[in-house]
């Protein structure tokens, strides 16, 4: 499966924005999908993860209440919204997909990765 990530940008602290994954590959209805992000000096780290189904999702502590994932395995797309966004937020977002667990937080584990989108959130 081949990802494409888009939908970053510059934005002010407290505004939202929507990261879209797109795949391709008829078998994308089988992938739990995940976002990660990466900030300058830092590794990779968890951000949220979809079942292949899309009815569980899991977050990590510090995005829950303000970012949701979905997808709509119809259009072979899966969607970060992120609300309330904050400085500590700015990133590159990665999306990535693997047939295991949606809730892995080891990068290492997911086998498929888009390119980045870089999210800036000024204060």
């Known amino acids: 499966v081949q990802l494409q990530a888009s939908g970053g940008g510059l934005v002010q602290a407290g505004d939202s924005l929507r990261l879209s994954c797109a795949a391709s590959?008829?078998?994308?209805?089988?992938?739990?999908v995940g976002w990660f992000r990466q900030a300058p000096g830092k590794d990779r780290e968890f951000v949220a993860g979809?079942?292949?189904?899309?009815?569980?999702?899991y977050y990590a502590d510090s995005v829950k209440g303000r970012f949701t994932i979905s997808r709509d395995n119809a259009k072979n797309t899966v969607y970060l919204r992120m609300n309330s966004l904050k400085p500590e937020d700015t990133a590159v977002y990665y999306c990535a997909a693997d047939e295991k667990h949606y809730a892995n937080t080891d990068y290492q584990k997911w086998g498929y990765w888009g390119q980045g989108t870089q999210v800036t959130v000024s204060s």
């Open positions: 979809i079942s292949s189904g899309g009815r569980l999702a």
């Open positions: 590959g008829r078998t994308f209805s089988s992938y739990a």
